[in-house]
């Protein structure tokens, strides 16, 4: 028998590889679909919103986690081969390592021929911000912002509940994930009935998004960034930013990077100014973009080497 995180190294190899093909069945894509179809049947029934919203995380995540159980051990007794098959590609279609990798290198590569027009197509792929009006400089702080936000609920997150729980936790916080992006809108339609997703969401990526940070720190030395200013924007930024978690990593990549993130954008036409973070005064390019990339790609390794690494000293002391 493999041992587990030897499955989990597997997996994460093989996102660096593989990353996302389309053609490929993908457990969130069937999140996403039973999400859609627990609210349209819990909206027509009597109940309060957010008691219908709060039913939906449970069938959501519950079932999701559930049937991810249930294939590993229907896989396993088959053959135990065919469990570890299963294991080890529930916790790959969890990361977001290569996938997020390659949209922004596609925006690098199309910014470094001067092709302004495709790289705001590719950014749009990234960001929700209205990209048709967006500068050079623009277009490199959008791509270089979304690595650093997605560098823990695509990549840390992940890492972090699988190497807890194995393939039912990545699974289950990956649920958790898709619901705060399906339902986790403060608008009229989502107010209440994404009120458990978005606060379900807060609660499991709080620990994630701080422990990131030192994660973020040690990859800063390897990729010889700046180590300190991490700290400093840290300490500075995150008590600025609307979430309780994306704040974390936005400002320890700001603060490698020596730049600063936030400013005005527009979304749907509508403009808003999103805090400053950072304590460097750079401005975002394609360097930027290449660096950031790297950082999140080292940081991951990193997180889950040491993961790894704390899991077997646990066990050997205790």
């Keep these: 028998m493999i ?4 499955l989990l190294l597997a ?4 996102d660096l590889i593989a990353g996302d093909p389309r053609w490929m069945p993908h457990p969130v894509k069937g999140i996403g679909w039973l999400a859609l179809q627990s609210e349209a049947l819990l909206r027509r029934t009597a109940l309060p919103l957010r008691l219908a919203g ?6 959501v995540v519950g079932g999701s986690a559930g049937v991810a159980g249930l294939l590993v051990m229907l ?5 135990p081969w065919a469990g570890m098959v299963a294991a080890v590609y529930l916790l790959y279609s969890c990361f977001a390592v290569k996938d997020l990798g390659d949209h922004a290198g596609a925006v690098q590569r199309a910014l470094d021929t001067g092709d302004v027009e495709l790289a705001r197509k590719k950014v749009s792929f990234m ?9 050079a400089a623009g277009i490199a702080l959008a791509a270089t912002e979304s690595v650093a936000e997605n560098s823990v609920d695509g990549v840390t997150a992940p890492l972090f509940y699988a ?3 194995g393939p039912v936790g990545a699974i289950a916080y990956k649920a958790i994930n898709t619901l705060d992006s399906t339902f986790g809108y403060k608008n009229e339609r989502y107010l209440e009935f994404g009120w458990a997703a978005a606060k379900l969401d807060d609660f499991a990526n709080y620990l ?6 030192i994660a973020i720190a040690l990859a800063a030395v390897v990729s010889n960034l700046r180590f300190f200013d991490i700290f400093d ?18 400002c320890a990549f700001a603060g490698a990077l020596g730049v600063t993130f936030g400013g005005g954008r527009s979304y749907g036409g509508e403009l808003h100014n999103a805090p400053l973070l950072g304590v460097r005064t750079g401005e975002c390019s394609t360097l930027t973009i290449c660096r950031s990339v790297r950082l999140m790609r080292v940081t991951a390794l990193l997180f889950l080497v040491t993961g790894i690494g704390s899991g077997i000293l646990w066990q050997i002391l205790w």
């Design 3 to 6: 041992p587990a995180d030897a």
């Design 11 to 14: 997996a994460f190899v093989l």
């Design 54 to 59: 709060i039913l939906a995380v449970l069938i």
């Design 75 to 79: 896989a396993a007794k088959l053959h």
């Design 127 to 135: 960001v929700g911000r209205d990209t048709a009006a967006l500068s």
């Design 163 to 165: 190497l807890l729980f």
């Design 208 to 213: 994630p998004a701080r422990v990131t940070v």
């Design 233 to 250: 924007a840290v300490r500075q930024g995150v008590r600025l930013h609307a979430s309780p978690n994306a704040g974390y990593p936005e």
